[in-house]
């Protein structure tokens, strides 16, 4: 069997003196890497993703995943990963898959903005003795109309909270979807109608919007499917003109302006479409927020920012620069065991999230793991009234779009101007 010229990303070993050989991690490996021997525990260190679920099921600690110190030459131009995602190429022919947010290091700007606080002239408030707003949605089903139209007809539009029309995605923007075959199950063929172990391919357009009249027609036919119940979502990459985009569907009678950025993650996408297409949230939240400003129709929708949120900070910086309110993904598969090993597309998960394999599936416990995403919810609000607090306001509304509360450390003058942010010390 010819083997692979790319090297392996991780090494998986094991302590033999250590290790008890109860093949617990055997059992609790997705990628097959561990298998028996006979009298030890074999390694496919090929295949091992550095999910994490062998070490922390290991009963004695034996196990270690450690990044392979056997990589190519150092080569400041050819870094690792570009040449071996060449060298997979030429084996396979394919397109390199990937999953989750992009991983490149791309500048952070939410980590170069820092919130104001009070100190005389306006008073802080204590969180801990005076009533703070915020509002959180949790286990509200938003059904979503993509591109594909799997499974979506009057009933399915009347289930959930809210309808939300996918015109792109920050992980994948100007790209369709690809649901590979063997993630469709009998119960996932029900629900998008379509025969088990079929691949389901989303078109990169909706085939029947081409311009802001046309989505204005389907937002009205949705509207007269509900009988105007629902709040209709449309979602959209962050990309360069997203200010004029936003606008228009504003404009086309949206109810919810939701803006994806490129950090944002997904179940599967090429990683050349991942890591090189699309803008920050931060960039695209201030346009949109100032451009419809501008025009005089921000109240006419809400926005909703999404794709790189990682903690109750983001958030609230995120809703200064002008969102109504914040869309997690990524931080909530992390409170389930995910540890963004970036392998979703493949159906392999070890912690049982993005797979159909009923022997994976029934890993992921509903009530502790919901119990674990409430916490994390819980943590997250009582952080963001402490910021709140600080900032001597009472109401998250009061932050929206408050970009003079924000300083920027570090970012130029060019990026500032986009952001609408002061920097340090003016």
Not at 215 to 228: D, G, H, P, V
Request: charged share 20%; proline share 5%.
């Amino acid at each position: 069997m010819f083997k692979s010229l790319a090297p392996p990303e991780f090494l998986a070993k094991i302590d033999q003196i250590k290790c008890i050989k109860c093949k617990r991690c055997i059992q609790n490996c997705g990628w097959s890497v561990y298998s028996w021997g006979g009298d030890k525990v074999l390694i496919d260190t090929y295949k091992c993703v550095n999910c994490l679920r062998c070490y922390h099921y290991c009963p004695e600690e034996a196990i270690t995943i450690e990044d392979n110190p056997v990589r190519f030459r150092s080569n400041a131009n050819w870094g690792f990963y570009n040449i071996r995602n060449i060298k997979r190429q030429a084996e396979t022919g394919g397109i390199p898959l990937t999953g989750m947010g992009s991983d490149m290091p791309y500048p952070v700007i939410f980590d170069n903005l820092l919130l104001d606080a009070c100190q005389v002239t306006n008073p802080s408030i204590d969180p801990l003795r005076e009533p703070m707003e915020l509002r959180t949605y949790l286990g509200n089903v938003i059904v979503q109309v993509a591109s594909g139209r799997f499974g979506v007809n009057a009933d399915y539009l009347n289930a959930g909270v809210a309808v939300e029309i996918k015109i792109g995605q920050g992980a994948k923007p100007g790209i369709g979807g690809h649901l590979p075959g063997e993630k469709i199950p009998l119960d996932i063929a029900k629900t998008r109608m379509i025969p088990v172990g079929t691949d389901a391919l989303s078109p990169a357009p909706q085939h029947d919007i081409y311009s802001i009249e046309d989505l204005r027609q389907l937002i009205f036919a949705i509207k007269e499917a509900t009988n105007y119940t629902k709040p209709v979502s449309v979602k959209i990459a962050a990309v360069h003109n997203v200010a004029a985009i936003a606008s228009g569907i504003v404009r086309a009678g949206a109810d919810i302006v939701y803006i994806d950025g490129f950090r944002g993650g997904t179940g599967a996408a090429p990683v050349i479409i991942r890591d090189h297409l699309g803008i920050p949230i931060e960039h695209a939240l201030a346009a949109v927020d100032e451009r419809l400003r501008q025009e005089g129709i921000r109240n006419e929708a809400s926005i909703i920012a999404a794709g790189g949120i990682r903690s109750s900070a983001d958030a609230a910086k995120a809703i200064a620069l002008g969102a109504d309110a914040i869309a997690i993904g990524t931080a909530a598969l992390i409170t389930m065991g995910c540890t963004v090993c970036g392998k979703c597309y493949t159906g392999n998960c070890s912690w049982g999230i993005t797979t159909q394999r009923p022997e994976l599936t029934v890993r992921l416990d509903p009530e502790v793991y919901a119990e674990r995403l409430i916490n994390m919810i819980h943590a997250w609000s009582h952080e963001l009234k402490e910021i709140l607090g600080a900032l001597g306001v009472n109401a998250i509304e009061s932050l929206r779009g408050s970009r003079e509360r924000l300083r920027g450390v570090g970012l130029d003058n060019q990026t500032l101007d986009i952001l609408g942010v002061k920097p340090t010390g003016r």
